[in-house]
């Protein structure tokens, strides 16, 4: 069982930036795809971004285009998310993903337990 740890989360304010790092504890041969999805309160988990293992096929949601960048570091088995100009609304729970598609079409194989973004304006 390969776990996904999350850290980087904490309480910002408007403009400012953050890196959330999602770590595995080991390397799946089934994960094709590492993302990260966030979640606020009383509303529906959304994707946020993703990148594939081999190819850096990338995926960004619309609401974060042009101010958050997802990159890995493939020895470190690590995804990272930086992001900036962070607004009130990307107040959420981050959670780190994975797939067994780059396209996310099968699903999440893997939830990470979480780290919490509080913007403040």
């Known amino acids: 069982q390969v776990n996904l740890i999350e850290s980087g989360g904490g309480l910002v304010h408007v403009g400012d930036s953050l890196r959330l790092t999602c770590c595995a504890s080991?390397?799946?041969?089934?994960?094709?795809?590492t993302g990260w999805f966030r979640q606020a309160p009383g509303k529906e988990r959304e994707f946020v971004a993703s990148?594939?293992?081999?190819?850096?096929?990338?995926l960004y949601g619309d609401s974060v285009k042009g101010r958050f960048t997802i990159s890995k570091d493939y020895a470190k088995i690590t995804v990272y998310l930086q992001m900036n100009d962070l607004r009130p609304e990307d107040t959420a729970k981050y959670y780190c993903?994975?797939?067994?598609?780059?396209?996310?079409?099968?699903?999440?194989?893997?939830w990470g337990q979480g780290t919490q973004v509080t913007v403040s304006s």
């Open positions: 993903a994975t797939s067994d598609r780059k396209d996310w079409t099968t699903g999440v194989t893997q």
């Open positions: 080991g390397r799946n041969t089934s994960t094709y795809a």
């Open positions: 990148i594939s293992c081999i190819d850096d096929y990338i």
